[in-house]
């Protein structure tokens, strides 16, 4: 049983930075793919980025130069560095990982993502 949880959401001005926190138990957690997604009221749910069991990562447009993706392998947990914050990052975040192939753990340009099968609770970030 795969179980994911976020922390390290709240709210900050425009300019400011947060770090983001997933720690995952259940699952060989090595092989897995992971990624980042958010939700804004009323839009659909777009892919931030993410990461395979390469470490090798990818990233929307709309974020590409301010967040970056990492994993602790050591802790089994996956973080989100965001930087330069704008208030259109405003956002429910979401981690989320699945037993997907290297080649389609991608998130694209347009934040379009392959589907997973495991996420967490989702943590608020409010960019004022």
């Known amino acids: 049983h795969v179980q994911l949880v976020e922390s390290g959401g709240g709210s900050v001005q425009g300019g400011g930075s947060l770090r983001l926190s997933c720690v995952v138990s259940?699952?060989?957690?090595?092989?897995?793919?992971m990624g980042w997604f958010r939700q804004a009221p009323g839009k659909r749910r777009e892919g931030v980025a993410a990461?395979?069991?390469?470490?090798?990562?990818t990233y929307a447009d709309s974020v590409k130069g301010r967040f970056t993706i990492s994993k602790d392998n050591a802790k089994n947990t996956l973080y989100l560095q965001m930087n330069s914050l704008k208030p259109e990052d405003t956002a429910m975040y979401y981690c989320?990982?699945?037993?997907?192939?290297?080649?389609?753990?991608?998130?694209?340009?347009?934040?379009?993502?392959?589907?997973?099968?495991?996420w967490g609770q989702g943590t608020q970030v409010t960019v004022s």
């Open positions: 989320a990982a699945d037993l997907i192939p290297r080649s389609w753990c991608v998130v694209t340009a347009t934040g379009d993502y392959p589907d997973f099968g495991y």
């Open positions: 990461i395979d069991s390469d470490s090798k990562s």
């Open positions: 259940g699952t060989l957690y090595n092989s897995y793919c």
